[in-house]
């Protein structure tokens, strides 16, 4: 090839159009995603996110636990009440379940995100990284699935208010939360549609979340809760509920009812769960998993919303026994899930409940625990991870007045970010704006079913003195 026709050739191929390719964005779009999210104001404005209008049939409050405890070990239910029966605040915390069936019959956007499902505000909080740093963001992903994005906001918004109610403040700080959490969460949409895609995938999971959303009269709380959240680990557990056994190794101690060991048989069946647990977590996790030793099981009482569910803690010790506990945990089908169908939001085929837990985890976190995974023990899909992995939280229910609503600033901003890893951050900055509708009407929902909240929770406890269903306190 002579030298002219060499550089016609190399012309034509540089000239060639790159094929587009299945995944990614195509380079000539007929519309913006942001324009496309404001054009849904028409069809769904703003302003319509304040309605509470529960769909008819909504099963009473009592009616509503019990069912929820179906399929629970039965010992243990009267502690989920208990808890429950605590404060509307945690009445809402074990009720996932019944404010999807009220907000089924509320106005949607049809827009998904890989949602939490269980975005109350106390399921945010702290954990480590693998470099011994402090993350903070969204922590409990039992109910998570691919639903509508309003869910999690409104769940947000009305958890604030029912924690600032508890806490004493007054309704107008109440409001003033939800309101600012709302509006948290549109003003990061915003600040995330506006970066680099690679940015805003990145971005705020650590201490520059306070500055961000001026949480400042935060800084001394997380910064307690930072330092309460490095001690816990697992050797800080495991000196507290272990003993040295005979042979040199150590074993779980009762801590009746929230720690107990196990028969031989049920512990055999946990730690061989195990095996399989290997095979779904990431292959440069191995090497370190190697150098444990499997040396006791034990039974362990969860938080508000899984009392019931079946949890295990496994120790395992390395070669200079220091320990490293994991959790195993049983995952129960998302109770998100009856109401989504109706919504256009097709469930995905059957799979395993704790992939589905680990998967939506990862799907919304920035960081997660190298650790997880999941497995079936006799018949029952669980999910595995760390326990105590520096793990820490703010009580919302706990926090002053003037620090309620830099919290609900805090928490509006990580969940938009948690939201914007499944769906694009210009779509639902065009829905939400750039003025406060959205936000004055959340709140007004938000206050709206934290009333409802307040009257179940009465019922529930009116329940629990009748005698109609058992309760047990301070557990």
């Known amino acids: ?10 012309a034509a191929v540089a000239g060639q159009r790159i094929p587009e390719v299945a995944g990614f964005a195509p380079r000539e779009a007929a519309g913006s995603p942001k324009e496309e999210g404001r054009a849904l104001r028409g069809r769904v404005p703003r302003s319509a996110h304040a309605a509470l209008d529960p769909p008819a049939g909504r099963p009473d409050a009592v009616r509503a636990v019990e069912e929820s405890n179906v399929g629970r070990v039965p010992e243990l239910t009267p502690i989920r009440v208990g808890r429950m029966a605590a404060n509307p605040f945690a009445f809402l915390r074990g009720s996932a379940g019944l404010m999807a069936h009220d907000l089924s019959a509320g106005p949607v956007t049809g827009v998904g995100a890989q949602i939490c499902g269980d975005a109350h505000a106390g399921n945010f909080g702290l954990y480590g990284d693998v470099r011994g740093s402090l993350v903070i963001d969204l922590n409990d992903f039992d109910e998570t699935v691919f639903g509508p994005w309003e869910w999690d906001v409104k769940r947000l918004a009305t958890s604030l ?20 959490a709302v509006g948290a969460y549109r003003r990061t949409v915003r600040l995330l549609a506006r970066l680099p895609a690679l940015d805003a995938w990145n971005a705020i999971a650590d201490e520059e979340l306070v500055s961000h959303t001026d949480a400042r009269d935060l800084l001394g709380t997380l910064e307690r809760v930072s330092q309460k959240a490095r001690n816990n680990t697992s050797a800080r557990f495991a000196a507290k509920s272990t003993e040295v056994t005979p042979d040199g190794g150590r074993r779980f101690v009762d801590a009746l009812p929230v720690l107990r060991r196990v028969g031989n048989a049920e512990a055999a069946a946990v730690a061989a769960s195990l095996g399989p647990y290997l095979e779904t977590v990431a292959g440069d996790r191995l090497p370190l998993l190697a150098r444990h030793a499997i040396h006791d099981v034990a039974f362990r009482v969860v938080g508000t919303g899984s009392v019931g569910t079946r949890s295990y803690v496994v120790l395992l010790l390395d070669h200079r026994g220091e320990p490293l506990v994991l959790q195993v945990k049983e995952a129960r089908p998302s109770v998100l899930l009856p109401y ?28 997660s625990d190298i650790m997880l995974g999941w497995t079936t023990v006799e018949g029952r899909p669980f999910q595995v991870r760390q326990f105590r992995n520096r793990k820490g939280s703010v009580d919302p229910a706990a926090l002053s007045a003037d620090q309620i609503d830099d919290y609900g600033r805090m928490t509006g901003a990580l969940l938009a970010r948690a939201h914007a890893h499944s769906v694009d951050p210009r779509l639902l900055s065009g829905y939400c704006g750039k003025n406060e509708e959205l ?29 109609r269903i058992a309760a047990e306190h301070g557990v």
């Open 439 to 467: 936000d004055e009407a959340m709140a007004a929902f938000a206050v709206a079913y934290a009333d409802r909240t307040e009257a179940d929770h009465a019922d529930l406890v009116a329940a629990v003195r009748s005698g």
């Open 340 to 367: 989504l169908p109706a919504l256009g939001f097709a469930p995905p085929p059957q799979e395993h409940e704790g992939r589905r837990v680990v998967a939506g985890q990862k799907r919304m976190q920035v960081v």
């Open 161 to 180: 208010v029912l924690a600032g109610r508890v806490a004493g403040a007054d309704e107008y700080t109440c409001r003033a939360a939800a309101l600012d």
């Open 1 to 10: 090839m002579d030298g002219r026709a060499g550089a016609a050739r190399m």
